[in-house]
């Protein structure tokens, strides 16, 4: 190999020869490509990842905010759900969850399955500490049980979410 100022040329040591009797490095040199070396790609991108999940995330908390919205609206109406309060707010999450997984899937492109399950993980964990925070008795046993749904709602989602 014989160095240059700013690159390497290689001596050549292979015998490809193409007919016409020009070497592939003598071609290849020629068009300025130089040696080609195919690169992995990473596995997950994690600029990827975080664009994604924060674009998924936007949608589960307008989604969120609007249900929060319609349910004191139909409040004020008269409506009284309340009896009924923790599933709404349960399948509500969910619902938040597999459209925020749709969005993440659909930014990301690659992956879904995976970005479904970081989104369901981030948004169980924000929904666990804000619970803690305001001083709710959460039980352990039944938060990994919701997230494990979460989790498998979120894979669906992304899924589904790539293919859009």
Not at 21 to 32: A, R, Y
Not at 50 to 68: I, N, S
Not at 129 to 151: F, P, T
Request: hydrophobic share 55%; with cysteine.
């Amino acid at each position: 190999m014989t160095a240059g100022f700013f690159f390497a040329t290689p001596a050549p040591e292979r015998k490809t020869y193409l007919t016409g009797g020009l070497h592939i490095d003598e071609i290849k040199f020629g068009l300025g490509v130089g040696l080609v070396v195919k690169q992995e790609r990473p596995a997950v991108n994690f600029r990827l990842v975080l664009t994604a999940v924060f674009a998924g995330l936007k949608y589960v908390f307008v989604f969120l905010l609007l249900v929060t919205l319609l349910l004191a609206l139909t409040y004020w109406l008269g409506w009284d759900w309340s009896a009924y309060e923790q599933t709404i707010y349960q399948y509500t999450i969910y619902t938040a969850v597999v459209l925020g997984a749709l969005a993440t899937g659909y930014k990301a492109r690659a992956k879904g399955w995976l970005m479904g399950i970081v989104l369901a993980v981030a948004a169980w964990l924000i929904f666990f500490i804000l619970g803690r925070i305001c001083g709710l008795e959460q039980k352990i046993n039944a938060g990994l049980i919701n997230g494990a749904i979460a989790v498998l709602l979120g894979i669906v989602g992304g899924v589904i979410g790539i293919n859009l």
